[in-house]
């Protein structure tokens, strides 16, 4: 079983900054795709950014590439996304979410390939 922790949400005037944090649990990260999802009021679970197991590879969503940044703490066994330049429709429930796997390579669709998912974290950004 996989515990996965989301934290780091708030409220940001747009073209701020923060950084969410996933603290993982069960697996360490050398086994564990993770991804970032985001879902806003009436829109759909939409894929924000993924790191892999293997290698540490990154993928992003259109909507935030080079913007956010993800990363991770293998000590920690943490994953961050770092977002900057927040706009008012980056505001959403923010999940992290984790596949057991040895890949080098992570996507963000389909969803389902996330078997884990943590219970979210709220981010605001107000104009």
């Known amino acids: 079983q996989v515990q996965l922790v989301e934290s780091g949400g708030g409220l940001v005037q747009s073209g701020g900054s923060l950084r969410l944090s996933c603290a993982a649990s069960?697996?360490?990260?050398?086994?564990?795709?993770i991804g970032w999802f985001r879902q806003a009021p009436g829109k759909e679970r939409e894929g924000v950014s993924c790191i892999s197991a293997s290698q540490g590879n990154t993928n992003y969503g259109d909507s935030v590439n080079g913007r956010f940044t993800i990363s991770r703490d293998n000590a920690k066994n943490t994953v961050y996304l770092q977002m900057n330049n927040l706009k008012p429709e980056d505001t959403a429930i923010y999940y992290c979410a984790a596949e057991v796997t040895l890949a080098t390579t992570c996507r963000l669709a389909p969803k389902s390939e996330y078997g884990y998912w943590g219970q979210g974290t709220q981010v605001t950004v107000f104009s």
């Open positions: 069960g697996f360490t990260l050398d086994y564990l795709n």
